[in-house]
């Protein structure tokens, strides 16, 4: 099916593991983004990633690694989690325009992953 | 943080009634973007409106930006039920990254 998955959709880990959080998407588009929301703090920028092999943090990057060698995969990884990354992970992908030279089209969003660090 | 800032934090409104909710931002940008969530879902685009644009309409849904201002307002006019979600603004000022507010939570009484 053409969209966005995000895998796993639940994830119980414990503090110092390493996780890693899926995000595949089928319609080849050129931008990705990891998005974290919380309560209080709607929904905060992780990593993006303008194509494949370019990524750049966001407002939140610490604690997190990003990779991007496919254009369709943007897989997120927290080397040692801590309590304060127990959130609910989005990913989202967008085509880029570029006539503007700004990306002028919608963000398409997974169902996200929630995931918990005891 | 450059996110925009939605207003009122919750919004509870009659069925068939209009609800209204804004957007302010602090930063020149290039659009601005609204975006719906049902709980336990991802977020899904509504409409986005460029810095040049004034107004725009889908179906029941109007959104104006006053760039002067820098705020941005989102109607829904004759609310359903179905229309219970948080809505979100997302604005973009560096051309190639959007920034979320924490958004207003709308629940539509039948």
């Known amino acids: 099916d053409a969209g966005i998955t995000q895998s796993p959709r639940y994830k119980i880990t414990e503090t110092g593991r390493q996780v890693t959080l899926m995000c595949h998407q089928t319609w080849s588009h050129s931008y990705m983004f990891w998005y974290r929301q919380d309560l209080g703090h709607g929904l905060r920028l992780i990593y993006y990633s303008a194509a494949a092999d370019i990524t750049d943090k966001g407002e939140v990057p610490d604690g997190y690694v990003v990779s991007r060698s496919k254009t369709e995969n943007f897989p997120l990884t927290l080397e040692s989690a801590t309590r304060s990354q127990t959130s609910v992970y989005f990913c989202?992908?967008?085509?880029?325009?570029?006539?503007?030279?700004?990306?002028?089209?919608?963000?398409?969003f997974g169902n996200g992953t929630r995931l918990t660090v005891t | 943080s450059q996110q925009g800032e939605e207003d009122p934090q919750a919004l509870s409104i009659q069925e068939g009634e209009n609800a209204t909710m804004n957007c302010s931002y602090k930063?020149?940008?290039?659009?601005l973007q609204w975006y719906r969530q049902n709980s336990g879902r991802g977020l899904v685009h509504l409409i986005l409106?460029?810095?040049?644009?004034r107004e725009k309409h889908s179906g029941r849904l109007r959104v104006t930006l006053d760039t002067s201002k820098k705020s941005s307002s989102l109607l829904i006019t004759a609310s359903r039920a179905a229309d219970t979600a948080s809505y979100f603004c997302a604005t973009d000022f560096t051309g190639n990254q959007f920034y979320f507010g924490t958004g207003t939570s709308l629940t539509v009484i039948p």
């Open positions: 989202a992908s967008s085509a880029w325009t570029g006539r503007s030279g700004t990306l002028n089209s919608p963000l398409h």
């Open positions: 409106i460029r810095s040049n644009e």
């Open positions: 930063t020149s940008i290039n659009n």
